[in-house]
């Protein structure tokens, strides 16, 4: 890789002192400072969408983010068939979910990144770039995921501790997919997905503690817009809340707080705190964890899958409590 990295970081004008390699990134030190370069694992369409959303914050007034190096205005390098983007390292450590004014920062950020979403129009049209409407299939697609799970554990003839706690779950975390999506029907959708389509607003979709940092001065920059995509603002409100509850057992009362800060900002609608419900239901974290043990390693790694979700499962009853008060109060 040292070779190549050489040769990407020259071709973005840049000339190499020091690599160092991380698990799906390269840290680079260069004559102009540090560099994030990474290869992308996406189409150059995707790109494009991606460094267009970017820069259509920073033409909004939008600036602490990881914008993409360009040259002569484009935002990416092919080499030997991929192709490698670059943003300059952003100091900072990441955002911490027990420290309240730094859960305050990110959910006003948040609320400050949707509204100057507002209005992006790619320079190439780019339909897997958009969630909206697809939901629905979604959840119905991973509650298939739980029935052949669920039959392919039956018909193993050893059945190991954590065939043995899937089978105990499945049941459930299947009924709560199945709410989800009975959810989105009941609260219309469709109809808002359709209402919210014309105003074209973007999400950051991967929206949580890693992917937003905190510098020495407290200020707070978002990283990681590899999973940006049209979709529902309150959906990716909804994820940030999850990733947040997923440290702090489901508190409601940080939930609270967390919306109400973020209403501060931008006033959530009523609309928006309903299909919040459907999406906070649908057990998304589980659902990952057994399909890539199931689909991908099923022969290895065991024991570290089975503490993995065997953490998740014990959050459920703090989970389901809080679903509980969510809908009452919402």
Excluded at 66 to 88: A, F, H, K, L, N
Excluded at 113 to 139: C, F
Excluded at 157 to 169: A, E, G, R, S, W
Excluded at 203 to 217: A, E, P, V
Aim: proline share 2%; charged share 30%; hydrophobic share 35%.
């Amino acid at each position: 890789m040292n070779d190549r990295c050489y040769k990407l970081v020259q071709r973005f004008g840049f000339q190499l002192i020091k690599n160092i390699p991380k698990k799906d990134y390269n840290i680079v030190l260069t004559d102009k400072g540090f560099f994030v370069l990474k290869k992308a694992k996406y189409k150059v369409s995707e790109i494009l969408f991606i460094h267009g959303a970017k820069e259509h914050l920073i033409n909004k007034g939008y600036r602490n983010i990881d914008s993409y190096i360009t040259i002569e205005g484009i935002p990416y390098i092919e080499y030997d068939g991929d192709y490698y983007v670059m943003t300059r390292l952003i100091e900072g450590r990441r955002c911490n979910p027990n420290n309240p004014i730094e859960i305050q920062k990110a959910s006003r950020a948040l609320a400050r990144l949707h509204d100057a979403s507002k209005n992006y129009i790619p320079i190439v049209k780019e339909n897997s770039r958009s969630n909206m409407g697809k939901l629905q299939n979604d959840y119905l697609e991973k509650c298939q995921d739980y029935i052949y799970i669920k039959s392919l554990i039956k018909m193993r003839t050893t059945k190991h501790k954590i065939d043995l706690m899937v089978l105990d779950y499945i049941d459930m975390l299947y009924d709560m997919s199945i709410e989800s999506v009975k959810s989105l029907q009941r609260n219309g959708y469709f109809q808002y997905c359709e209402e919210e389509g014309l105003y074209r607003y973007f999400c950051h979709n991967d929206y949580n503690h890693d992917n937003i940092l905190i510098d020495i001065s407290g200020n707070l920059s978002i990283i990681n817009f590899d999973n940006c995509k049209y979709e529902l603002r309150c959906f990716d409100i909804a994820s940030f809340v999850m990733a947040v509850m997923d440290k702090l057992n489901w508190d409601f009362e940080k939930v609270i707080y967390i919306l109400e800060t973020y209403n501060s900002i931008r006033k959530i609608q009523e609309i928006e705190y309903k299909l919040m419900a459907s999406f906070l239901q649908f057990p998304q974290d589980i659902w990952e964890i057994t399909t890539k043990y199931y689909y991908d390693d099923y022969e290895n790694l065991g024991n570290m899958y089975y503490i993995a979700l065997k953490n998740k499962i014990e959050r459920l009853p703090y989970r389901i409590e809080f679903l509980k008060k969510y809908n009452n109060k919402f």
